[in-house]
């Protein structure tokens, strides 16, 4: 094994594990979550914030097609059951932070996690 040889592999697992640190570090620092905007056929249904619901309640939707039933748990939320032919929306899994979104295309149902509600866009000083 060359130096050349020695200084590819070195560098290579040097930068796997930048990598592996700066991906986890952002992850942690991903806001929670806290409202949930349901909407069905393009219109908000309800706002929730997820705090305040027991775990284990289930939210039914009307859609286009059917009835979606949602979940909320230790402040996720998720579809578990859709009248949608390949329940991609089912298999989405749980969502928990600010900005991620679940979707039933099909029964035109939409779920979307936000952060706190503010009346202002930002605010500098």
Same mark, same amino acid.
């Given at each position: 094994?060359?130096?050349?040889?020695?200084?590819?592999?070195?560098?290579?697992?040097?930068?796997?594990?930048?990598?592996?640190?700066?991906?986890?570090?952002?992850?942690?620092?991903?806001?929670?979550?806290?409202?949930?905007?349901?909407?069905?056929?393009?219109?908000?249904?309800?706002?929730? +914030?997820?705090?305040? /619901? $027991?775990?284990?309640? =289930?939210?039914? !939707?009307?859609?286009?097609?059917?009835? &979606? @039933?949602?979940? *909320?748990?230790?402040?996720?939320?998720?579809?578990?059951?859709?009248?949608?032919?390949?329940?991609?929306?089912? +298999?989405?899994?749980? /969502? $928990?932070?600010?900005? =991620?979104?679940? !979707?039933?295309?099909?029964?035109?149902? &939409? @779920?979307?996690? *936000?952060?706190?509600?503010?009346?202002?866009?930002?605010?500098?000083?």
């Amino acid at each position: 094994m060359t130096k050349a040889d020695k200084f590819i592999i070195y560098g290579t697992l040097f930068l796997a594990l930048l990598t592996l640190v700066f991906s986890f570090g952002w992850l942690k620092t991903r806001s929670q979550g806290e409202i949930v905007v349901i909407k069905a056929k393009g219109q908000p249904q309800q706002e929730i +914030r997820l705090n305040e /619901i $027991q775990n284990g309640q =289930e939210i039914k !939707v009307q859609g286009l097609i059917g009835t &979606s @039933v949602l979940k *909320i748990e230790d402040e996720e939320i998720r579809f578990i059951d859709s009248p949608c032919r390949d329940k991609i929306c089912v +298999r989405r899994g749980w /969502i $928990q932070h600010h900005g =991620e979104a679940a !979707v039933c295309v099909p029964n035109q149902v &939409s @779920v979307e996690i *936000i952060g706190k509600r503010s009346d202002l866009d930002d605010v500098t000083r």
